[in-house]
């Protein structure tokens, strides 16, 4: 096999954006077949002009790879009929996860996820347990530590540039009232930001500091309603989508505050507070600390006894240490697209019969720290990670298990 037969299940607008302009960077993927419940997001993804990526120049997606993909509104229908597809990838809301993906490694296909891997950890398991049945690969769409900077403050950290690291606060707060429709509701998304965009964060923590120990998280939702036309995160001027002020209200049933402290193996601490019920002034600090200097990862500077970099200077040291095997490893799409970064890192994986770099067990592990926080919230003490990843705390997670009947 030279090239990867892919088909896309889910065509709004992560596949359309994301996915798709980081596979017009890669040589090694044929689109094959798109999916969605409607066909008309289907045939868009077909019709799509990419502009501005160098290797297209604006051409869709038959004139590069000389075949038009073919449009489908069931994906077991594809499946079905389509059998030189050799993978999926899965972008819809975190319900549908785990059943469309155990479908599909079940069919033999192997299988890249957006983000959360599933809705609640039992739907990681299940997914992890059938691709090792089938053995297939598994690959979660965490595109977060693809991007050159990330790699290049993970690099600084593990070369000592800041000393061991001790603590790192991460703060994000805003006010967002705009409705944003499945991600609103706890049985379709599996809980608020903590884990939607937590999830990344997650993943950061752990790729820069090592595995999470204990946790011990607090969840309020103060505001219960959301709203059609609702003041937008990041407290612009202006109102997104234009109209009037919280109107059409919709009722939600997810946080939108979280704090939580985490305790790594290593002893570094994590503070890490989200809320997007604080009208007026938005705050973002995020800030490693070490024994000898910090990163502002916010401002993008790193400061040591020894060292006063900004992250442009640090990226430009970090990249001439790497050779251009590595630099193909790192950044197969480029180093400015990590999504096709992350695309190009699954597809290798199969094509060279590896472990991609964040696999199911990597996923469920970014999973796990959000359910911390929830679970701990639920429980109103600190808990084990490795409680949760083991499916012995579940509070939380009940209500969805027992509503998607997942065991």
Known sequence: MSKVNLALIGCGDIAAISHLTGYARLDSINIVAVCDLCEEKARS???????????????????????????????????????????????IPHRDHHKVAVACLEAEKDVLI????????????????????????????????????????????????IGDPRMLLWIDAEERLHEWGWRDHKL???????????????????????????????????????????????????????????????KVDIEDTATATIEFENGVLVQWI???????????????????????LAR??????????????????????LTEDERRRLFPAGQNHPEGNVIGDFCDAILNDRKPEIDGLQGL?????????????????????????????ENYQQEINEALNIS
Not at 50 to 76: H, N, S, W
Not at 129 to 155: C, H, M
Not at 204 to 230: D, I, N, Q, S
Not at 300 to 321: H, Q
């Open 365 to 393: 592990k970014d999973v796990a720290i959000p359910m911390a926080v929830y679970e701990s919230a639920w429980l109103d003490e600190p808990v084990k990670v490795k409680d949760i990843e083991e499916c012995r705390i």
């Open 114 to 161: 957006e983000k959360p891997l599933g809705i609640t950890i039992r739907a990681c398991k299940k997914m992890i347990d059938t691709a090792q049945r089938y053995g297939k690969v598994i690959a979660v769409a965490e595109e977060v530590r693809k991007s050159e900077d990330v790699r290049a403050v993970n690099w600084a950290i593990k070369q000592g540039y």
């Open 45 to 91: 993804i077909v019709d799509r002009a990419l502009a501005a990526e160098r290797r297209l120049g604006g051409e869709k997606i038959e004139v590069i790879q000389q075949m038009k993909p073919k449009v489908y509104t069931d994906f077991r229908e594809m499946l079905e009929s389509e059998p030189k597809i050799d993978a999926v990838d899965i972008c």
């Open 300 to 321: 993008g500077r790193l400061v040591s006894k020894e060292k006063n970099l900004s992250i442009k200077e640090l990226k430009k040291e970090f990249l001439a240490t």
């Open 274 to 296: 989200y809320t997007c019920a604080a009208p007026g002034k938005v705050l973002r600090e995020r800030v490693l600390y070490g024994t000898e200097g910090y990163i502002d």
């Open 188 to 250: 379709e998304a599996g809980g608020g930001w903590i884990l939607d965009g937590g999830v990344h964060y997650a993943d950061l923590y752990r790729y820069y500091l090592g595995e999470a120990k204990m946790v011990y998280g607090k969840t309020m939702r103060y505001e219960p309603f959301r709203y059609k036309h609702g003041p937008h995160a990041f407290m612009q001027e202006y109102v997104w989508p234009p109209g009037p002020k919280k109107t059409d209200p919709i």
